[in-house]
């Protein structure tokens, strides 16, 4: 007898659930398997983040140390010190001059093994991890003991009827399965501008940063500013949104476009109106307090609203003192970290659904090989950052008016200012919203998923089934208590690993 279970979306929440359901499965003799892999891209196994549609020339946000836990780092690192050579030369050929500087500057250290304090290009994660989760699902077919379809098709809707689940594509065939795994990853980008552009030699609108892929789009991108150059013409870019990838979009313009050869500019919109941090101070680190949070540590009874407003004070204790995220982020975590056992367990939700993304946006840290592109922009009075709230986009003659309100209290204003490319690097919608699509309306109207409080994940059970026989993985487990954590977002690797692998456990239960 064998049991269907369908994954829908092949990231790395897919990956580091099967690793271990595999492994765990081997000694289940009396079972069989078969699987269904669905993604409507071709980067099986790596997602997005890790595959062809974010290109092979942009590097992680986080040193190697803070992304990935143990055991999973000394085994990656222990495939990258086999493979470096050939993964370097990939790099080199797929970036630009930035990406020869990486290798040049680093190589003395990875050539010794010393991996952790690397910013590593992205791409590297991702071959790594294909390899891992292919190696053990060919062992397995091999022996018969599971089946594997891979489904390259966008899924449009699920239906269950008695204990089935149908799933639909777009060219409206279907397959139906005993369980489902929902591993979309985040939640779909912003729509903020869906005009027909009437000029497109002054106007280039991209909006998402790696939809049609990081690639595609930067092909798009350095096509319309060379035309422009062969005409003298600057380019004016905005970047909405001071993020990971707000940054990686203006590096790589940078590196396919040397800032000494084009006459670009510049700038940035974020509602906190601060770039991301890399900048660690040793001195400064060791007489940092959170003060606001450690005077709560003698707190019986705490509330999460208390816990997180003494988290922003202290971090704004911290800009006051002019210490960045990358300095401060580690002691306010710890903080706030501390004091969350205190927590009933309504209340620890309350901080997963509400607090812990506000005070996240405040702590973005980044590496110096990103960021000094930024600084060098900035040194050439060619960058700018806003601290401001888009309102709206529309073209006019001269390229693209960016209408936004600046962040001032009772004193803000509106203001209109025309660019020629504008990048929406602004995040997602959520799970309320009117531009959320049919895919997410239709497992709500459903009934087989129900938004929680932070509008950014599903409800789920102590099984981590929406419904029963319906599992969530990755980015969607947000505002949710898995054992004992709670999960305000999971974009980081780490989280990902590890309700991954819990989730595994709760699979192989199902079983039974």
């Known amino acids: 007898m064998s049991t269907k279970i369908a994954f829908i979306g092949a990231g790395i929440a897919t990956s580091y659930t099967l690793i271990p359901l595999l492994e765990n499965f081997d000694e289940k003799s009396d079972l069989k398997l078969e699987l269904l892999i669905i993604d409507k891209s071709n980067d099986f196994f790596k997602g997005m983040p890790y595959g062809e549609r974010s290109g092979k020339s942009v590097l992680l946000i986080q040193d190697l140390k803070n992304f990935i836990t143990e055991p999973h780092r000394a085994h990656f690192k222990n495939w990258l010190d086999q493979n470096i050579d050939e993964l370097s030369e990939v790099f080199i050929k797929s970036g630009g001059s930035y990406a020869k500087e990486w290798v040049d500057k680093n190589s003395p250290l990875y050539q010794k093994g010393e991996w952790d304090d690397l910013y590593i290009p992205r791409f590297f994660f991702g071959e790594y991890i294909e390899q891992e989760v292919k190696k053990r699902i060919e062992r397995l077919v091999e022996e018969n003991r599971i089946h594997v379809k891979y489904i390259r098709k966008e899924t449009i809707a699920i239906t269950k009827e008695n204990d089935e689940f149908t799933i639909q594509f777009e060219d409206n065939s279907k397959v139906k399965t005993d369980k489902v795994i929902l591993s979309v990853g985040s939640l779909p980008y912003k729509k903020l501008f869906d005009a027909e552009l009437k000029n497109k030699k002054t106007a280039l609108y991209i909006k998402e940063p790696y939809g049609l892929g990081m690639e595609e789009n930067m092909t798009q991108i350095t096509t319309f500013i060379r035309e422009r150059k062969k005409n003298n013409l600057p380019t004016k870019i ?5 993020n990971a990838s707000g940054l990686e979009m203006i590096y790589k313009i940078c590196d396919k476009l040397p800032m000494n050869e084009f006459d670009t500019s510049f700038k940035t919109l974020s509602s906190h109106g601060v770039m991301p941090d890399g900048s660690f101070d040793t001195v400064k680190a060791k007489n940092f307090k959170a003060n606001h949070l450690l005077s709560l540590l003698e707190e019986k009874s705490l509330t999460a609203d208390t816990i997180a407003q003494a988290a922003h004070k202290d971090i704004d204790e911290a800009e006051k003192q002019g210490l960045g995220a990358a300095t401060t982020v580690g002691i306010i975590s710890k903080g706030f970290g501390d004091l969350l056992p205190k927590l009933s367990k309504e209340e620890l939700l309350n901080f997963a659904c509400f607090h812990g993304n506000q005070i996240g946006r405040r702590q973005r840290c980044a590496g110096n090989h990103y960021l000094s592109v930024v600084n060098e922009l900035s040194h050439r009075e060619r960058f700018e950052h806003i601290k401001g709230r888009f309102i709206e986009l529309d073209e006019n003659s001269e390229g693209l008016s960016l209408t936004y309100k600046t962040n001032g209290g009772s004193n803000f204003k509106e203001v209109s200012e025309t660019f020629n490319i504008v990048i929406n690097c602004l995040g997602s919608v959520d799970l309320t919203s009117v531009g ?19 509008k950014i994940g599903f409800k789920i059970d102590e099984n981590m089934q929406a419904t029963e026989n319906f599992f969530i993985a990755g980015p969607l487990l947000a505002g949710n208590q898995i054992e004992e954590r709670i999960f305000w977002h999971l974009e980081h690797c780490a989280r990902i ?4 692998s819990v989730l595994s456990k709760k699979i192989i239960a199902s079983l039974n």
């Open 238 to 242: 905005a970047v909405l949104g001071a």
């Open 497 to 500: 690993i590890w309700s991954s």
């Open 436 to 454: 959320l699509t049919p895919f997410f309306k239709a497992l709500i109207s459903e009934g087989l998923c129900e938004p929680n409080p932070s």
